[in-house]
C-alpha cells in the first residue's frame, strides 16, 4: 500500500532534550515535506527537499533540522524543543502537484 | 506573497443540507488549487483540484469550480452526510514559487464542519 508513515504518532518530552520524529515513504517520490498544523494558523511548511541530499528551509524552519540521505527518509530533528514546538507535525511526499500525508506527530514540549 | 483565505468556521449543518465553504486566494503566478480533508485522528487528504481557470474539481459529491476573474475556489456539497464531519482545507501550489514546477503548498486555515443526524 502506497504510504506516507511518521513515528511517533504521539510524543511528550521536556524543554531541551533533544528528539526526532521519523517519515518515510514508499511511493519513490523525491520531494518531501514537514509542515506545523497549528490552531488558526493551517499548515505552514518548516522544511521541504527536492531529492536526496537537497533540503531547503520553508516557511517556519527556526529550531528545527533536517536530513535527506536516503530517498524514502526525511527526519526532523529538534536539537533543543520548546514548548512553542507544542504542535502537531505532518510529514508529507508529493507526486506532481498532489501531496500525500502522513498520519501526524502530536508533540507536546513541557 | 501567496495566500489562501477560508470561511471563518466552525460551520455545523444538519444531513442533506447544503454546502458550502468559501475560499480565495492571492497568488503571482498561475496556480493549481487543492481542497484537502482531514478527518479526526487521520492525516490530510487530496479530496479534488483543478489546475486552470475554469476547471471544475469534483469527488464524492463535492465539487469545485476555479474561478481566476473572482480569485476563488469554492467548496459545495448538495447534501452532506455526517460522514463528511472533518476539517476543510483549501490550498494552492504556484509554480512561481518554491523552486519546483509545481511550487510549494500554501494552506487556508483550515474550516471545521459538523454534520448532525
Known amino acids: 500500500e502506497a504510504q506516507v508513515t511518521q513515528n511517533p504518532r504521539y510524543l511528550i518530552t521536556v524543554t531541551g532534550k533533544k528528539l526526532t520524529v521519523t517519515c518515510s515513504q514508499n511511493?519513490?517520490?523525491?520531494?518531501m515535506s514537514w509542515y506545523r498544523q497549528d490552531p488558526g494558523l493551517g499548515l505552514r511548511q518548516i522544511y521541504y527537499?527536492?531529492?536526496?541530499?537537497?533540503?531547503d528551509k520553508g516557511d517556519v524552519p527556526e529550531g528545527y533540522k533536517v536530513s535527506r540521505k536516503e530517498k524514502r527518509n526525511f527526519p526532523l530533528i529538534l536539537e533543543s524543543p520548546s514548548p512553542n514546538q507544542t504542535s502537531l507535525y505532518f510529514c508529507?511526499?508529493?507526486?506532481?502537484?498532489?501531496?500525500?500525508f502522513g498520519p501526524g506527530t502530536r508533540l507536546t514540549v513541557l | 506573497g501567496d495566500s489562501v483565505t477560508q470561511m471563518e468556521g466552525p460551520v455545523t449543518l444538519s444531513e442533506e443540507a447544503f454546502l458550502t465553504i468559501n475560499c480565495t486566494y492571492t497568488?503571482?503566478?498561475?496556480?493549481?488549487l487543492f481542497w484537502y480533508v482531514q478527518y479526526p485522528g487521520e492525516g490530510l487528504q487530496l479530496l479534488l483540484k483543478?489546475?486552470?481557470?475554469?476547471d471544475k474539481g469534483s469527488n464524492k459529491g463535492f465539487e469545485a469550480t476555479y474561478r481566476k476573474e473572482t480569485t476563488s475556489f469554492h467548496l459545495e456539497k448538495g447534501s452532506v452526510q455526517v460522514s463528511d464531519s472533518a476539517v476543510y482545507f483549501c490550498?494552492?501550489?504556484?509554480?512561481?514559487?518554491?523552486?519546483?514546477?509545481?511550487?510549494?503548498?500554501?494552506f487556508g486555515q483550515g474550516t471545521i464542519l459538523t454534520v448532525h443526524p
Open positions: 527537499s527536492m531529492n536526496v541530499e537537497v533540503t
Open positions: 511511493m519513490n517520490h523525491e520531494y
Open positions: 490550498a494552492l501550489s504556484d509554480p512561481s514559487v518554491g523552486g519546483t514546477s509545481y511550487g510549494k503548498l500554501t
Open positions: 508529507a511526499s508529493r507526486e506532481g502537484g498532489t501531496q500525500y
Open positions: 497568488a503571482t503566478g498561475y496556480p493549481s
Open positions: 483543478a489546475t486552470k481557470a475554469d
